[in-house]
């Protein structure tokens, strides 16, 4: 699937969850605008979807942290195109 997805969405740390250098979070939930591939000027490739996930920050030094996260995105297929996606 080729895919340009823009998404806002709010992070929800759980520092009481975590120990010092590893902290959790979740991505509640969020709203997602997607363009399906190939662009064209009609709009069928445009949807809008709900995005939701969860993840783990790592503290490398102070305010400085890498983080991984597993993410889902589903698509509303208002465009008649499968858009949901991980």
């Known amino acids: 699937m080729s895919a340009l997805t823009v998404t806002i969405a709010p992070k929800a740390?759980?520092?009481g969850l975590g120990s010092g250098r590893f902290?959790?979070?979740?991505i509640p939930?969020?709203?997602s605008f997607l363009v399906k591939s190939p662009p064209s000027n009609d709009t069928t490739y445009l949807d809008v979807?709900?995005?939701?996930?969860?993840?783990?920050?790592i503290l490398?030094?102070?305010?400085?942290?890498?983080?991984?996260d597993v993410r889902y995105t589903h698509g509303f297929d208002t465009s008649h195109t499968p858009?949901?996606?991980?």
Do not use: A, N
């Not at 490398?60 to 991984?68: A, E, H, L």
């Open 83 to 86: 858009t949901s996606c991980w």
């Open 29 to 31: 939930i969020g709203l």
């Open 23 to 26: 902290r959790p979070f979740v």
């Open 49 to 57: 979807g709900l995005h939701f996930g969860g993840g783990l920050d």
């Open 13 to 15: 740390r759980l520092d």
């Open 60 to 68: 490398i030094i102070d305010r400085v942290s890498v983080g991984v």
